[in-house]
């Protein structure tokens, strides 16, 4: 019976394909059948079982992802355990506290790695060897205390982000960061152990270098020229927020012609010079709130003719900086909120042609004339909490 059945089974799968089946060739291709079909089975289960073989314990594989995120991982998995082919991989939040030297060999086609988020105190070369293809790392959240020299440029040829947020690093030069010419992104804000030391030569081969990101840090001043910043030929966003700056001195920024975003929120300096941004011809957006200035000087915008973006909140001024704004034309955002402003003068936003945001929030402002809006094409305007007396406000239309 179950001959008879190959037999029929055979001549319907023939049919299909539009073949003729003779008597005499019958079991020659019963037999080729039965081979393919058995081939096809083994095959997929044995893809089946190596698949599973090759996931760690606990993680998902997907694809050529791997996913060991939140696994409450004390060790990281041996090198043979690790699939192949991979192109993206995480074990964020984990507690993790060491990895073994070269456990990444075999994984040359990892291009995003995540180790946020552990226990990790050290890293050198050792570690990261193998990985050729690298272009994110994310390092962050961890308890790194110790880079060895050259500990990233075994990744260095395509690196392009970097972070190494909120580890407990104490001095950053050359031999940390060598041998990357490709970095576009470099995160080092709100390291855990003390103010952060930056040698001269730190950022020395970093020509791609767009975002600098030093906040958090302690930062006592900002560097001179010769110093550091000068070698940040490509920069075009520099985050010095929440440090320890004190003044913000004569063209400190000098050479910095690619710079696009300062962000020097919350420090302590209560000037602003006149050559404090010398040579930012091109930046478009400066924060300067929770600094403690009383005054922003016509000279000092003067010297930012692309601005389009000025955040001055929860400091101490006390009138719309109306001389400076004359100097910024292309201001489109302006944030004033939370200072000791008390009126808007009809002339104060008259050359402000292209604003269409403006925050008054939490001033105590009296006053406003029905001309202060005349030239603008203000789209935004939040003038919350403060306390009128007299207001005349009315916007032409």
Known sequence: ?????????????????????????????????????????????????????????????????????????????????????????????????????????????????????????????????????????????????????????????????????????????????????????????????????????????????????????????IPTPDFIISNLNSIQELDLSDNAITSVGDGVFTGLRTLQRLNLSGNSFSSLNEFSFSGLSNLIELSVSDTGISVIDSSVLGRLPALQKLEASNNLLSDVPEDGLKEVLLLQTLDLSWNNISAVNATALQLSVNLTTLNLTDNVITRINSLAFGNTTIQTFTLSCSLFSVCIFNRPE
């Open 1 to 221: 019976m179950r001959k008879e059945n190959n037999s029929c089974l055979t001549r319907l799968i023939m049919a299909r394909l539009g073949c003729e089946v003779s008597s005499r060739s019958l079991p020659t291709l019963q037999s080729l059948l039965v081979a393919i079909v058995y081939s096809v089975v083994v095959v997929l289960g044995c893809v089946s079982v190596c698949c599973s073989q090759q996931c760690p314990t606990g993680c998902d594989c997907r694809e050529a992802s791997l996913y060991c995120n939140a696994r409450h991982l004390r060790d990281f998995p041996a090198a043979d355990k690790l699939p192949a082919g991979l192109t993206f991989a995480t074990f964020a939040q984990n507690n993790i506290s060491t990895l073994e030297q070269a456990v990444f060999i075999q994984q040359v086609d990892i291009i995003e790695l995540h180790l946020e988020q552990n226990h990790l105190t050290s890293l050198s070369s050792g570690h990261l060897v193998g990985l050729a293809r690298l272009e994110k790392l994310f390092l962050q959240e961890n308890f790194l205390s110790h880079l060895s020299t050259g500990t990233f440029s075994v990744v260095g040829s395509r690196l392009s982000v970097l972070s190494l947020k909120k580890n407990r690093l104490e001095l950053i030069d050359h031999s940390i960061l060598s041998g990357l010419p490709v970095l576009e992104e470099l995160d080092l804000s709100c390291q855990q152990a003390g103010p952060l030391r930056i040698q001269p030569s730190a950022f020395n081969g970093l020509t791609g270098l767009k975002k600098l990101l030093l906040g958090s840090n302690q930062i006592s001043a």
